[in-house]
């Protein structure tokens, strides 16, 4: 299989042609993988095809490695049960970066029909979407194929629609009608979440539990609808290339179909389908400013044959605002001693979001190419 794979992008890159120009003509088309598919396209164009040897895309099947699931449901209850799940919280983000959750406070109905609301907006009439496509980062709402599309060395099977919720959220009819009341909806249930995921985590530092929500982690949410249509040849590219989250933070629901993978102990481990579940990771700001004590992981998702993945990835990042550029980022003063200085510099919100643009999805995380401090 792996021969036939290098054999595909042999073939493909033997004669010569000018990637950026059909970057360019994708992206000025506007419709999308969603409008390849529709148009019946049945061999990947070029411009999606990852030369890597299929192996290196399969988990192993015999991995003794399973993500963490923590349960959320004794939270409220006794000072013993808070302490075990916040013991948990520490272990997978000291080891893992990435967790499951259930029976936390999002009810499944709203986990549903936000996916619902993603996947109506991506098969919404081809002319209506165009409206919104865009690569303007500074608009509230818009969909576009790969945010790095003109950056990245090979284009990934999937559309996205993006959403800033918070701290300035856009006008309700700036967001289509389609999807519009349930994604409002939905942040605001992730925004409630993601304050007691704080409390939780800063008790697991050694912190007050109001510690990561004074410093301004709970500011900034930013919804990310991923559309997965069918691929005609999912050996070939990726519907998501590896990388780690930039923010401090990302919750994220999913549909049954799958492909999400956790690059754990030099080796991809699957995270399934859990029904009611939310996946949590841990995202580089949140690495840095803990100084390396949580630990933000490669991930990416696979292209699949079957079926239209759906998932909703919300992130606690900074984007662009007004009047906060200039806000510095720097490890956790409580955090450092002589025997644990300073791993990072102190970015500034502005430098932090440019690199990050500027950078793509390159299987690096910003923290090892831009802020790290030579020892």
């Known amino acids: 299989m792996a021969g036939s794979n290098n054999g595909r992008t042999q073939l493909d890159d033997s004669s ?3 990637r950026k120009s059909e970057v360019q003509a994708f992206d000025d088309s506007k419709v999308g993988v969603k409008g390849l598919l529709d148009a019946g396209v049945t061999r990947l164009p070029r411009i999606f095809l990852h030369n890597q040897p299929v192996v290196e895309k399969k988990s192993d099947p015999v991995t003794k490695f399973s993500i963490p699931v923590i349960d959320f449901e004794g939270l409220g209850k006794t000072a013993a049960q808070r302490a075990d799940i916040v013991r948990e919280l520490k272990d997978a983000c000291e080891n893992w970066g990435f967790f499951q959750i259930v029976h ?6 709203v986990m549903e029909k936000v996916l619902e609301g993603v996947r109506n907006f991506h098969e919404e009439d081809p002319k209506v979407k165009k409206e919104f496509y865009s690569r303007d980062v500074t608009r509230k709402f818009t969909y576009n194929t790969n945010f790095d599309l003109h950056k990245a060395p090979t284009a990934n099977w ?3 629609l993006y959403c800033v919720m918070a701290p300035n959220p856009p006008d309700p009819d700036e967001i289509p009608e389609v999807c519009r009341d349930v ?3 939905y942040a605001e249930y992730v925004m409630k979440l993601g304050l007691t995921l704080y409390e939780l985590l800063s008790e697991a530092l050694g912190l007050n539990p109001y510690h990561l929500k004074d410093i301004e982690c709970a500011d900034g949410l930013f919804l990310a609808g991923h559309y997965y249509p069918a691929c005609p040849e999912p050996d070939y590219t990726l519907g998501l290339s590896g990388h780690t989250d930039s923010g401090f933070l990302t919750i994220i629901v999913q549909d049954p179909i799958g492909g999400l993978q956790v690059f754990h102990k030099n080796q991809w481990v699957d995270v399934p389908f859990l ?3 939310l996946i949590v990771n841990i995202g580089d700001l949140m690495q840095l400013i803990t100084n390396d004590k949580f630990k933000s992981v490669l991930h990416r998702v696979l292209a699949k044959n079957v079926g239209t993945r759906i998932s909703v990835a919300s992130l606690f990042r900074v984007q662009f605002q007004e009047g906060s550029e200039s806000r510095l980022y720097g490890p956790i003063k409580e955090l450092l001693s002589e025997e644990n ?4 510099r102190e970015p500034s919100r502005k430098e ?3 690199y990050l643009y500027n950078k793509g999805l390159d299987g690096t995380s910003l923290l090892s190419q831009y802020f790290k401090l030579q020892k």
Do not use: F
């Not at 200085?341 to 990072?344: A, G």
């Open 16 to 18: 010569e042609y000018d």
């Open 104 to 109: 936390h406070e999002i009810p499944s109905s």
């Open 158 to 160: 999937r559309d996205t």
């Open 183 to 185: 994604l409002i909806k």
């Open 275 to 277: 029904p009611g579940a």
């Open 341 to 344: 200085p300073p791993k990072y």
């Open 352 to 354: 932090y979001v440019a």
